[in-house]
């Protein structure tokens, strides 16, 4: 195609409504770029699918997402979060608080078990008290009586008989402290039993609302807020353990003689630097894509699913569901495994 530039204002661009322009030699170079530009609009859609088309020819691309091995915490009892201690990409040590739990009504049940088992009755310990104080008064008195008879008898002014009479008043004062020690003794019944039952059960259940990390690693992240009730299974955070990430490959089904154990494969990570990986697992099973790994006004199709490994990923690419780009090369290409 080629394009004539033989208009009047072409022929002679130093006259404009016979005026002389003085920037005239610059509008024929002008007319040849806008005819180039107009051009280059039009072809451009072509161009992009012929490039599109020469790199399907060299490359298989697929979306990927790097997959790090993690674990859920969840909420094992219906409470209230009281309090998070970890922020989004902080490294825990296994055994270390992550969040508290709270459960009001626990709480407000185990004060009142509290309150009934050791809530004394004011009203009967002190009549006891006062009976064991007189009983004690009286057995002293006994006791001193029979003192003075057992010396007049020794002095032969007073008869066994009265001996005996006051050894006898003495123990049955003796006699009457034995009893009211027996009364005050506290008797467990089974309601109090049972309220102490209950009260370790809730002191239990409220100790284990304190969740703990159970191994090594970081925290990816956080599904609650402080204040928010949750049931029992309820996730509260995501924990990403220390291993190997798993890059899961969405391949057309049409590439999927391409991807055999041990195909090596290039990662194209977010800021165009690549790295190389290799297929672990062949085709797992057919996924859907993930919604930010499609391209804009796709529609939803699933796709055959392939775990690859990446070694020697960088500290600052262990980043979770992190969308990639997998290239393939063709079998038919002589550097292709």
Same mark, same amino acid.
């Not at 057992?150 to 006699?175: H, I, K």
């Not at 191994?215 to 353990?241: F, M, Q, S, W």
């Given at each position: ?44 859609? @072509? =161009? ?8 399907? +020819?060299?490359? $298989?691309?697929?979306? *990927? %997402?790097?997959?790090? &091995? ?92 009265? @001996? =005996? ?8 004062? +003796?006699?009457? $402290?034995?009893?009211? *020690? %027996?009364?005050?003794? &506290? ?103 993930? +919604? ?46």
């Amino acid at each position: 195609m080629k394009i004539k530039f033989s208009s009047a204002k072409e022929q002679q661009p130093a006259q404009e409504q016979g005026l002389h322009v003085l920037y005239a030699p610059g509008k024929r170079m002008a007319f040849r770029l806008r005819w180039y530009l107009i051009l280059l609009a039009v072809v451009s859609p @072509l =161009l992009w699918l012929v490039v599109r088309w020469a790199f399907a +020819l060299w490359l $298989i691309e697929a979306p *990927a %997402q790097l997959h790090l &091995p993690s674990g859920e915490l969840r909420a094992r009892d219906g409470a209230q979060v009281s309090q998070l201690l970890v922020q989004p990409g902080q490294r825990v040590k296994a055994g270390e608080v992550l969040v508290r739990l709270d459960n009001p009504e626990w709480r407000a049940r185990r004060f009142l078990l509290a309150a009934a088992v050791d809530a004394p009755d004011m009203i009967e310990r002190e009549a006891l008290e006062r009976e064991r104080a007189l009983l004690e008064v009286l057995l002293s008195r006994a006791q001193a009586r029979v003192d003075q008879m057992q010396r007049l008898f020794d002095n032969g002014a007073a008869t066994r008989g009265e @001996l =005996l009479s006051a050894a006898d008043q003495r123990d049955a004062r +003796l006699r009457d $402290i034995y009893q009211l *020690a %027996q009364r005050t003794r &506290p008797a467990v019944s089974v309601d109090q039993r049972q309220r102490e039952l209950e009260l370790a059960w809730l002191d239990n259940r409220l100790q284990a609302l304190e969740l703990r990390a159970e191994e090594d690693g970081k925290v990816g992240e956080i599904l609650v807020a402080p204040g928010e009730n949750v049931g029992p299974g309820t996730p509260l955070l995501r924990l990403e353990r220390d291993g190997e990430a798993q890059v899961w490959v969405y391949l057309h089904p049409r590439h999927a003689a391409d991807a055999v154990v041990g195909k090596s494969l290039t990662l194209v990570f977010p800021d165009g630097s690549k790295r190389p990986a290799q297929v672990m697992q062949t085709v797992d099973d057919a996924a859907s894509v993930p +919604l930010e790994l499609r391209p804009p006004f796709s529609a939803p199709t699933r796709s055959l699913r392939v775990i690859a490994r990446v070694d020697d990923l960088p500290e600052r690419w262990r980043i979770d569901r992190l969308g990639l780009k997998a290239r393939f090369p063709h079998d038919w290409l002589p550097f292709a495994d």
